[in-house]
């Protein structure tokens, strides 16, 4: 374990996770805040005597768990976010999305599958290395993201708002009324 180990991780793993937490939170964290000061104390004391490895290697692990934390922060998000506009319709789960249906089941079974193979692989590995549930978390939330991305608002406000009263006047009554029409038009001439 070697600073350059922490600080790739730090900055390759760590901050975009955080970053995606605090933007779709719009609020950092009070644990995520927490894991940082508790990384940055044991940074710290490796950096007054560069020869005591577990100081660096608690470093590390505190934002391991903070990476962790942010994936599984966007994660449910997400889930809140896809539920909303998939609970509109369970048969028709697409009616807010830009991508054929059996698309958007696909990636919704995906998203929920893998996101359950994360759930196991962390609580396998309590007290251990999360970088293997955190991977995971990754590409659920990129799943998500994508979902996300592909919901169209006006859609999904245009099959929300379905009355059965504003169908019945646009499509059932101007039908009878042209057949009312037509009758009466014909009757007169005759």
Excluded: C
Aim: aromatic share 12%.
């Amino acid at each position: 374990m070697t600073l350059k180990d922490y600080t790739d991780y730090y900055t390759d793993f760590f901050i975009p996770a955080y970053a995606d937490a605090i933007g779709i939170l719009a609020d950092k964290p009070i644990q995520l805040i927490i894991e940082q000061e508790n990384s940055l104390s044991h940074l710290i004391k490796y950096l007054e005597n560069s020869s005591d490895i577990d100081n660096l290697k608690k470093a590390k692990g505190h934002i391991e768990r903070a990476t962790l934390d942010s994936y599984k922060i966007v994660w449910i998000e997400i889930k809140k976010k896809l539920d909303k506009y998939t609970s509109i319709d369970k048969d028709n789960v697409s009616t807010a999305f830009n991508l054929a249906e059996e698309e958007v089941i696909v990636k919704l079974k995906e998203f929920d599958k893998l996101s359950l193979e994360a759930r196991k692989v962390e609580a396998l590995n309590i007290g251990k290395d999360n970088i293997e549930s955190a991977k995971m978390y990754f590409e659920v939330v990129k799943i998500g993201f994508f979902l996300l991305e592909n919901i169209d608002t006006k859609k999904y406000k245009t099959y929300d708002k379905f009355d059965i009263k504003h169908f019945l006047n646009n499509h059932i009554i101007g039908f009878s009324m042209g057949i009312l029409s037509s009758v009466i038009v014909t009757l007169l001439m005759q």
